[in-house]
Antibody
Framework: QLQLQESGPGLVKPSETLSLTCTVS??????????WGWIRQSPGKGLEWIVSLSYTGSTYNTPSLRSRVTISVDTVRNRFSLRLNSVTAADTAIYYC?????????????WGQGTLVTVSS | EIVMTQSPATLSVSPGERATLSCRAS??????VAWYQQKPDQAPRLLIF???PRATGVPARFSGHGSGTEFTLTISSLQSEDFAIYYCQQYHFWPPTFGRGTKVEIK
């Protein structure tokens, strides 16, 4: 059974960098024909796509966040990470790592439980 | 970016009754729409993809219809576990976008 687990600090100061890791169990994400990504949810913006990552390592960013997002991969530990720099209060949200079903433009079939990140001094 | 507009924002329904939720896309997204259910303090759960096929394990009382810009999710006979927030999502254009949700509450 595939499981996704987010981890990282729950509190980040304004202007600093938010860093989260998604650990995948039950599948090797670099050896499967799926896409993986990050979605966030906030009262102000609802559900918002951040970035997707292909099994080949290609990344696809949401235009509005592209300049602030970096994604990295650790195939040894079977995990991928999100970095969002220059955060503001508007970046306060629950962050989910997800698996997309076998294509970039498709539905999400697995979600992590989500982790709340608050941006505050 | 494609805007997905859901209506109503809140739907009050009695257990056993039928609920119909609507989702409209700002331009045609073919049948590339999914529906998700979210309960408090949980991640969303996939119900419907491709506008109508049900995801694995989803009860037959959930059905999706539509194409182009108009989509509906119908719950034929509401059970207690169905009271939740429902979101539609388009994945025809990048980036994928979600509606703001319809909360189905007990009448």
């Amino acid at each position: 059974q595939l499981q996704l687990q987010e981890s990282g600090p729950g509190l980040v100061k304004p202007s600093e960098t938010l860093s989260l890791t998604c650990t995948v169990s039950g599948a090797s994400f670099d050896k499967s024909d799926y896409f993986w990504g990050w979605i966030r949810q906030s009262p102000g913006k609802g559900l918002e796509w951040i970035v997707s990552l292909s099994y080949t390592g290609s990344t696809y960013n949401t235009p509005s966040l592209r300049s602030r997002v970096t994604i990295s991969v650790d195939t040894v530990r079977n995990r991928f990470s999100l970095r969002l720099n220059s955060v503001t209060a508007a970046d306060t949200a629950i962050y989910y790592c997800v698996r997309q079903s076998d294509d970039l433009l498709t539905h999400v079939d697995y979600w992590g439980q989500g982790t709340l990140v608050t941006v505050s001094s | 970016e494609i805007v997905m507009t859901q209506s109503p924002a809140t739907l009050s329904v009695s257990p056993g009754e039928r609920a119909t939720l609507s989702c409209r896309a700002s331009q045609s997204v073919s049948r590339n729409v999914a529906w998700y259910q979210q309960k408090p303090d949980q991640a969303p759960r996939l119900l419907i993809f491709g506008a109508s096929p049900r995801a694995t394990g989803v009860p037959a009382r959930f059905s999706g219809h539509g194409s182009g810009t108009e989509f509906t999710l119908t719950i034929s006979s509401l059970q207690s576990e169905d009271f939740a927030i429902y979101y539609c999502q388009q994945y025809h254009f990048w980036p994928p976008t979600f509606g703001r949700g319809t909360k189905v509450e007990i009448k």
